[in-house]
């Protein structure tokens, strides 16, 4: 094995000189990510935000509930603000007038009103209403309002449903409890259903990592091919006789692609968010994505090396290759906006799988990203180990 | 006789074509082999698989008395290539490529700085050995290709036509190189399509064309194997026919006429008998005013035993 590193310090300091895999594994990402995060910065347009009223004349805790959990969760994430009023009249007039109680350019999108005794009608079994009042001219922050209201309402009828068949069961429930159970149910989640890589990523995050996970595929190219490099420079055949097993070759190859992509990815990261503000999240889990990210690109940069003939046809291949899988995976714009079958092919690509799991750890907790590195494991394994037998193949002087 | 190296009855086929046919030979230690041949005659091939570099269809090799082959690593730790095309790294200094196959050979680190300054100032290229070889000329990165063969002191050199495409000066200063390391016991297999390299060079030498070895030997052997002989012209003056008569009697001399203004020898072997020749003419009173010698070349045994000139 020492050998396999031996060859591997020898390639990355080539590469470090040549300044090829610098440039490509760096600066450009760097520079692409900053240009697009301050000139296009089209996420920004499709971040969602609108300020509620609510008007809660019941003080009950199945109004409580929607105001605290639901819509507290929702203001905690930033999606929403959300203002107290105190009547009925008050709401109608801040919506139809747009008012802007925060001074900060925004007016009153919408407004839930809870009349009083809200909450015993739920807690009774009786039949409950709460109104939304929605300006039509807002758009897609009334249709969320109304949607978050459906939602609740929903839950609330489930629950009052399953107390009423309880009791037609001859099984005495206790109301107090059930409406306090009732309470409790959990914020409705599919409130906005957008996929997690637009929902949680920043704008500059987004490029950052996008930009970052498509040249990835372009820097550990340049460990792979090493063995076409070498054969086209006529040093293979003393890398051939000399007193090493020929995997070894093989493996400092790869430990050279994965060098310089974790260099350039780490590299990345950490200049992102310090120059621009990018949130990759958890470092253990970017970590994580990061390595089975470069596992991936490998694996599929491999297999470009094990089927071309030249350095120069397999730099070709790679590049199509990495272009193709970068639009198809996300990396410039978020794709899974789009919707239909090209939202869904995009996780046939490692690109997809690296953004997914970066927003879902943005949004979520480590576990969550276990789908997407193991997505790009596979990815890496399966095309790895075919690569392997084409490259082991292809190792003559 | 234990040799350092021994093939025998190697073949090769690339599809239809039969690239080597039943190849054999050895070299001893401090030995200079040279496998003459146009190019495409099967050097190379053979080289390749005597390194493990090509696996053989049929045939055995031997390093020292161990079998060598594509799987074998530590026997091939006493091999040195030097390939046909130049095997160095541009981006790294002189010092860096031989460094770094240092530790591919697994040399120990204090070792391999030795051995490093020993090799740059054999190959000439100690006051570059921290530029880039990217700058250097095509001489230098072909000495410094043949260094890094060296390197490891290997018991067996193997040299791939290490002079195509060199200017004379770096060329002379390569076979210099050579003929120093055959002194210091190193074994070395030497493959040329230079009939002049493979006289100079070379202790024994093996003509092969179309994969086959068709001759080997000295040069000497070789020559006589085609029944050409060496040729003395002395251009003199005394009792020329007298004195011819005598060289006539002298062991290895075949024929032996006088001329207008000088005497002609068709003799055995040249060098070893010009010193007699001449004491014999002095003393047959001739006086002589010039010596001209007329020897047989590797050309001409080419042709005769492949029916074509080494150039065609």
Request: net charge negative.
């Amino acid at each position: 094995m020492r050998r396999a590193f031996t060859i591997a310090a020898k390639d990355t300091r080539e590469r470090i000189r040549d300044r090829s895999a610098i440039v490509l594994g760096i600066i450009a990402p760097l520079g692409l990510a900053a240009i697009f995060s301050f000139v296009f910065n089209p996420i920004q347009n499709f971040s969602f935000h609108a300020t509620y009223a609510v008007v809660n004349e019941d003080g009950g805790p199945a109004s409580t509930v929607f105001v605290d959990q639901v819509l507290g969760a929702m203001q905690a994430s930033g999606t929403v603000d959300v203002v107290s009023v105190d009547s009925v009249d008050e709401a109608r007039n801040l919506v139809d007038s747009g008012a802007d109680p925060f001074g900060g350019g925004d007016g009153i999108d919408g407004a839930f009103v809870f009349p009083a005794g809200f909450s015993d009608l739920v807690q009774s079994a009786r039949p409950a209403d709460f109104e939304v009042i929605i300006n039509e001219g807002n758009g897609t922050a009334a249709n969320v309002a109304v949607a978050v209201a459906k939602s609740y309402a929903g839950q609330l009828d489930s629950v009052r449903l399953a107390v009423a068949t309880a009791e037609h069961l001859g099984d005495p429930v206790d109301r107090l409890q059930a409406g306090a159970r009732a309470a409790s149910v959990p914020q409705p989640v599919d409130l906005v259903d957008v996929p997690a890589a637009v929902k949680q990523l920043g704008d500059t995050t987004f490029y950052a990592a996008g930009l970052a996970i498509f040249f990835l595929f372009f820097t550990v190219q340049f460990g792979v091919n090493g063995l076409l490099e070498e054969r086209h420079a006529g040093t293979l055949s003393r890398l051939l006789a000399a007193p090493i097993p020929r995997s070894m070759i093989i493996v400092g190859k790869m430990l050279t692609a994965f060098l310089l992509g974790l260099v350039s990815m780490i590299i990345l990261a950490v200049a992102t968010t310090l120059l621009f503000g990018a949130e990759w999240g958890n470092p253990i889990g970017v970590l994580a994505l990061i390595l089975a990210g470069i596992v991936s690109a490998m694996g599929i940069m491999a297999i470009v090396a094990g089927f071309a003939r030249t350095a120069e046809q397999a730099g070709t291949f790679a590049s199509i290759i990495g272009v193709v899988l970068g639009f198809l995976g996300g990396t410039f714009f978020p794709i899974a906006q789009a919707g239909g079958l090209l939202a869904r092919l995009r996780f046939l690509t490692p690109h997809a799988w690296f953004m997914q799991g970066l927003g879902d750890l943005a949004g979520g907790n480590l576990a969550d990203i276990i789908p997407s590195v193991v997505a790009l494991l596979l990815f890496g394994v399966v095309t790895g180990s075919v690569a392997m037998l084409r490259l082991r193949k292809g190792l003559t002087p | 006789m234990t040799y350092v190296l021994e093939c025998h009855d190697l073949h090769k086929a690339f599809g239809d074509l039969v690239a080597v046919d039943g190849i054999g030979f050895h070299i001893a230690e401090g030995e200079t082999y040279g496998l003459l041949g146009p190019n495409g005659a099967g050097k190379t091939t053979t080289i390749s698989m005597v390194t493990g570099l090509l696996e053989r269809d049929a045939g055995e090799v031997t390093l020292d008395g161990q079998p060598l082959t594509s799987s074998t690593t530590e026997v091939r730790r006493n091999i040195g290539l030097v390939p046909q095309d130049l095997a160095v790294y541009p981006d790294l200094s002189a010092t860096e490529n031989l460094a770094f196959f240092g530790k591919l050979y697994g040399m120990p680190r204090k070792q391999a700085q030795a051995r490093i300054a020993e090799v740059l100032e054999i190959t000439g290229l100690a006051d570059r050995a921290d530029d880039r070889v990217e700058k250097f000329s095509g001489g230098m990165k072909r000495r410094l290709n043949i260094g890094i063969g060296l390197l490891h002191t290997p018991r067996l050199l193997l040299l791939d036509e290490p002079t195509v495409g060199v200017d004379p000066q770096s060329r002379n200063a390569i076979l210099e190189s050579v003929e120093r390391l055959s002194g210091e016991g190193m074994a070395v297999l030497y493959t040329t399509h230079y009939m002049e390299e493979a006289e100079r060079l070379c202790d024994r030498i093996g003509i092969i064309d179309h994969g086959q070895l068709m001759a080997e030997g000295t040069r000497h052997e070789l020559v006589q194997m085609v029944g050409e002989r060496d040729r003395i012209r002395l251009t003199a003056s005394g009792a020329l026919d007298a004195a011819s008569t005598t060289l006539a009697t002298v062991p290895g001399v075949k024929q032996a006429g006088a001329r207008d203004g000088g005497i002609d020898l068709i003799v055995d072997d040249a060098s070893a008998l010009l010193a007699r020749i001449l004491a014999t003419v002095a003393e047959a009173g001739v006086t002589v005013s010039g010596v001209d010698i007329d020897q047989p070349d590797l050309e001409s045994v080419f042709l005769h035993v492949t029916g074509r000139a080494l150039r065609d």
